[in-house]
């Protein structure tokens, strides 16, 4: 791209509030690496609040504007897990109204600074009430609401304008990145608004598209009621139906624990520089599993990550607080791939054993027989950093079966795609689920670099043990 432009007329926005939305489609090629279908990411991070909720507070105050339910300054009470709370203090401060967010006590301590540093005044209520408890983030928004002259409380929960926000910007935004290729939505499902305004959006394109919830362990959507907890993610799902959920949007659910949704967060971080929070992690977690279950090349799979993660700096990406409530350290399913990896070589793994492109088939052969292994990558002859191929002696004796002469053909000739990719720093559990169909190994990389092959066997061995 050039780093120079033409003199033409000025682009410039005359306030932050123009910059929401538009954010970018992008391709998660290396987090889903093994999977058949497209899995690609709608970034809402981008916006200038940090998430998705920035669209659904301009919408929120908008309409109250044209209704006449918010007077010039006016003061704004809303019932918020953080990201709609941050939306509200940004335009709040360039329309002239108040904010008061009254908060569940499980956020963090990021969201609760952010907001205060927007201007808006916090106010912090228990999670562990019911929903109609008075002492609960909903009543408590109510109360403050009655009490305070000129309050207006928009209310996400039960304010159309919030499915209406994504149903005008979100959904056709997917739509027309996506080329209309888009064959699976996934989406966290809190107050319901984003999942059922895109999801309208894009049944009215194309109305044979799955819309899939991912849904957090203990939350109401999918899972009995009179079975209803609470739970770490921050932000998505809840203890009671809003008003905002259109329920038949939705064709089947995913559930995900606070351990695996917290996990695809930081792995997300690791291997595509995406830094999302945990319900992001959620929707991944869930977009993964929908992924698995399809053959198609061409399906595409969409996954909704609303919000940053440096919201979450002292939880999701904290290993002392990841430690402390069990989601790392300790167990067999938190060994890493580079441990495997020592494991097998006695703590010193050998250099990786490779073979360039244009050598002979045969010259792989010896090299799988001499050094006791069943893959090699394949590097460029012109780069012994580049990976272009793989073999393997599955592939290769097929090939020599059906005709002998090919031991002396290049390997250009007979090679396979590069095996997978993961990380020595990820977690052999997420590892295995990337070994799918007829893969059985998988390359690890360390600070960015090739540096061994683990196959299907190591990982479970170290699984097991």
């Known amino acids: 791209m050039s780093l120079h432009r033409t003199a033409t007329e000025p682009v410039i926005a005359d306030s932050i509030l123009e910059t929401i939305g538009d954010t970018p489609l992008v391709r998660l090629a290396r987090y889903g690496a093994g999977l058949t279908p497209q899995l690609v990411a709608k970034v809402e991070s981008s916006n200038p609040g940090g998430s998705i909720k920035d669209r659904v507070a301009v919408s929120l105050i908008e309409a109250a504007e044209r209704d006449g339910r918010l007077q010039p300054g006016g003061t704004i009470v809303e019932p918020t897990s953080g990201n709609t709370g941050t939306g509200l203090a940004i335009a709040a401060r360039i329309k002239g109204y108040r904010v008061i967010a009254v908060m569940p006590d499980k956020m963090s301590r990021e969201k609760i600074d952010l907001l205060r540093a927007y201007g808006a005044e916090v106010v912090i209520a228990p999670t562990d009430v019911p929903p109609d408890s008075p002492r609960s983030y909903y009543r408590v928004a109510d109360r403050l609401t009655e009490e305070i002259p000129g309050a207006f409380q928009p209310n996400q929960y039960r304010n159309q304008a919030n499915p209406a926000a994504h149903e005008a910007s979100t959904g056709p935004e997917i739509w027309e990145q996506s080329g209309g290729r888009i064959t699976h939505l996934v989406a966290g499902v809190g107050t319901g608004g984003t999942i059922t305004g895109i999801g309208r959006h894009l049944r009215r394109m194309k109305p044979e598209i799955e819309i899939v919830g991912a849904d957090p362990e203990?939350?109401?959507?999918?899972?009995?009621?009179?079975?209803?907890?609470?739970?770490?993610?921050?932000?998505?799902?809840?203890?009671?139906?809003?008003?905002?959920?259109?329920?038949?949007?939705?064709?089947?659910?995913?559930?995900?624990?606070?351990?695996?949704?917290?996990?695809?967060?930081?792995?997300?971080?690791?291997?595509?520089?995406?830094?999302?929070?945990?319900?992001?992690?959620?929707?991944?977690?869930?977009?993964?599993?929908?992924?698995?279950?399809?053959?198609?090349?061409?399906?595409?799979?969409?996954?909704?990550?609303?919000?940053?993660?440096?919201?979450?700096?002292?939880?999701?990406?904290?290993?002392?607080?990841?430690?402390?409530?069990?989601?790392?350290?300790?167990?067999?399913?938190?060994?890493?791939?580079?441990?495997?990896?020592?494991?097998?070589?006695?703590?010193?793994?050998?250099?990786?054993?490779?073979?360039?492109?244009?050598?002979?088939?045969?010259?792989?052969?010896?090299?799988?027989?001499?050094?006791?292994?069943?893959?090699?990558?394949?590097?460029?002859?012109?780069?012994?950093?580049?990976?272009?191929?793989?073999?393997?002696?599955?592939?290769?004796?097929?090939?020599?079966?059906?005709?002998?002469?090919?031991?002396?053909?290049?390997?250009?000739?007979?090679?396979?795609?590069?095996?997978?990719?993961?990380?020595?720093?990820?977690?052999?559990?997420?590892?295995?689920?990337?070994?799918?169909?007829?893969?059985?190994?998988?390359?690890?990389?360390?600070?960015?670099?090739?540096?061994?092959?683990?196959?299907?066997?190591?990982?479970?061995?170290?699984?097991?043990?």
């Open 218 to 465: 203990g939350s109401i959507y999918s899972g009995p009621e009179d079975q209803v907890r609470p739970y770490l993610v921050e932000g998505v799902g809840e203890d009671f139906w809003p008003e905002t959920f259109d329920r038949s949007i939705v064709d089947r659910y995913v559930t995900v624990s606070d351990r695996d949704s917290f996990l695809a967060a930081r792995r997300l971080a690791m291997t595509e520089g995406i830094l999302a929070g945990g319900s992001a992690g959620t929707a991944l977690h869930a977009a993964v599993e929908v992924a698995k279950g399809i053959d198609d090349p061409a399906a595409m799979v969409v996954v909704v990550l609303p919000d940053g993660g440096r919201s979450y700096l002292s939880k999701v990406f904290n290993d002392t607080w990841m430690s402390e409530h069990g989601f790392l350290g300790g167990g067999p399913s938190d060994a890493r791939v580079g441990d495997v990896l020592r494991a097998k070589h006695d703590s010193s793994p050998p250099p990786l054993v490779t073979v360039h492109a244009h050598q002979r088939v045969r010259d792989a052969v010896s090299l799988l027989h001499e050094h006791g292994v069943s893959q090699l990558p394949v590097v460029s002859a012109h780069d012994p950093d580049a990976i272009v191929g793989s073999v393997g002696e599955r592939g290769l004796l097929a090939h020599a079966v059906g005709d002998a002469a090919l031991l002396d053909a290049e390997i250009v000739h007979v090679m396979e795609p590069p095996l997978p990719a993961v990380s020595a720093t990820d977690p052999v559990r997420d590892a295995v689920t990337l070994l799918s169909g007829e893969r059985q190994a998988l390359l690890v990389t360390d600070g960015g670099r090739a540096a061994g092959i683990v196959t299907r066997t190591d990982l479970l061995e170290a699984l097991a043990r």
